[in-house]
């Protein structure tokens, strides 16, 4: 198993451009999320989803949208970038939201918004 | 609202030596997790150790183990004979419901920096 992969591994975005961020997950895990994680701080939750077809907003959402059309896959979308969106953004999942022993986290992407 | 409080930025340790990480937690809920994550310099998150907030043991996976104190609220990892591999983030976390729907997130302390001195 590849566990949980997410590319890119790095992007360099201007400030209005707008790019799709991949995690994808071949645990047939139920529950997937996407955290941020700025300097000095621990991770922040963006959206998850317990299920396609199903989502839901974190702790800090705006300026992210997300889908879940299969199992495998949690995209996360920056529509319009902007300078407070530099960051480094893991996705992880889990068998199942609620009582979940882990969360397998990817090995994150590192994006800049100039 | 649940939030979790790591007090120690950063702590030098002798290799060797045991090493205590602080956490302490505040959350309503009466079932929850906690979880200890490392991060070493290239980044990725490596999952070491969960505690269940009903379990009565404190949970132990090698050379780590949770002193979880449910009454005073804290939950710190203990590591045993420190290696320099052990160089690296500390994050404590906590499991706490989101929304109806019975899904989980995840609350992070801000890390503690643990550096292994040869």
């Known amino acids: 198993n590849a566990g949980v992969t997410q590319t890119p591994k790095f992007q360099v975005l201007k400030t209005g451009q707008s790019m799709t961020l991949q995690c994808a997950q071949d645990m047939n895990h139920e529950y997937m999320s996407w955290y941020r994680q700025d300097p000095g701080m621990g991770l922040r939750l963006i959206h998850y989803s317990v299920g396609a077809g199903i989502t839901d907003q974190g702790e800090v959402p705006n300026g992210y949208n997300v889908s879940r059309s299969t199992t495998e896959d949690f995209p996360l979308r920056l529509l319009s970038a902007a300078p407070s969106q530099t960051s480094v953004y893991f996705c992880?999942?889990?068998?199942?939201?609620?009582?979940?022993?882990?969360?397998?986290f990817g090995p994150g992407t590192r994006l800049t918004v100039t | 609202a649940q939030k979790i409080t790591q007090t120690q930025p950063g702590m030098f340790v002798q290799e060797k030596e045991a090493v205590t990480l602080d956490c302490t937690y505040d959350t309503s809920d009466q079932s929850y997790g906690l979880f200890w994550y490392k991060q070493p310099s290239s980044g990725e998150m490596i999952f070491l150790i969960y505690q269940g907030s009903y379990d009565e043991q404190n949970a132990t996976e090698g050379r780590y183990s949770l002193n979880f104190q449910k009454a005073r609220k804290s939950a710190n990892l203990v590591i045993s004979a420190s290696q320099l591999g052990d160089s690296a983030m500390y994050f404590c976390?906590?499991?706490?419901?989101?929304?109806?729907?019975?899904?989980?997130?995840?609350?992070f302390g801000k890390g503690t920096h643990l550096i292994i001195q040869p």
């Open positions: 992880a999942s889990s068998y199942s939201g609620q009582g979940s022993l882990e969360q397998y």
């Open positions: 976390a906590m499991r706490f419901p989101q929304g109806g729907g019975g899904a989980d997130g995840l609350t």
